[in-house]
């Protein structure tokens, strides 16, 4: 069989139907690309080589699940999946403690950052990116106060007089966000941490 001939696609359909082979062509046809993408970020050739494996073994892992509908664009699927690990791999080894359990605690202090590193910036663009989805999800009347202090950064007077609510009340919606966001957090397995 000439594997060389063959797209991705078909490498791909070939190995989920039991072909072992088309897999290890696979492997071997993107492998310095995966591999140097992931060694440009963790600038560490033993890291760099276990993030590696492990992104072999959820695209493995992925494909004999059957989860794999990328339409042929393999090499962009799995440069996503390395990229995914190499963000995790950089929040491990980051000893930032995660979020408190108090209601005084501010999340968006997680995004303060003063080392400009690809490797932090590359992680503060994920966890904002987890962050929006999660403010999104938010009810109406605490998004709003949120957006407005965090992102407009109105006090809490001008957000009363802008929304025609007491202090008190605008307080009290940034407070039920804040507990909201911590318990969306949870329940979406989000870590905002670096």
Do not use: C
């Given at each position: 069989m000439d594997y060389k001939a063959m797209t991705d696609a078909e490498l791909v359909k070939l190995y989920i139907n039991g072909k072992e082979?088309?897999?290890?062509?696979?492997?071997?046809?993107h492998e310095q690309r995966i591999f140097s993408y992931i060694l440009s970020k963790i600038q560490n050739r033993d890291l760099a080589n276990d993030v590696f494996?492990?992104?072999?073994?959820?695209?493995?892992?992925?494909?004999?699940?059957?989860?794999?509908?990328?339409?042929?664009?393999f090499l962009q699927w799995s440069?996503?999946?390395a990229h995914n690990l190499v963000i995790d791999h950089f929040r491990r080894q980051k000893r930032i403690p995660t979020i408190a359990p108090n209601d005084e605690y501010d999340i968006f202090k997680i995004l303060k950052?003063?080392?400009?590193?690809?490797?932090?910036?590359?992680?503060?663009?994920?966890?904002?990116?987890?962050?929006?989805?999660l403010i999104l999800l938010l009810p109406e009347e605490q998004?709003?106060?949120?957006?407005?202090?965090?992102?407009?950064?109105?006090?809490?007077?001008?957000?009363?007089?802008?929304?025609?609510?007491?202090?008190?009340t605008a307080l009290g919606r940034m407070r039920y966000a804040l507990i909201n966001l911590r318990k969306l957090?949870?329940?979406n397995k989000v870590t905002l941490s670096m």
């Open positions: 082979q088309a897999l290890s062509f696979l492997i071997a046809k494996q492990d992104t072999f073994v959820k695209i493995i892992k992925t494909l004999r699940r059957g989860n794999y509908n990328e339409e042929g664009k440069l996503r999946i950052d003063d080392t400009p590193t690809a490797e932090n910036e590359m992680i503060k663009v994920q966890i904002e990116k987890d962050l929006h989805k998004l709003e106060v949120l957006k407005l202090r965090h992102f407009s950064g109105l006090s809490f007077k001008d957000i009363a007089e802008q929304t025609g609510v007491s202090i008190n957090m949870v329940d």
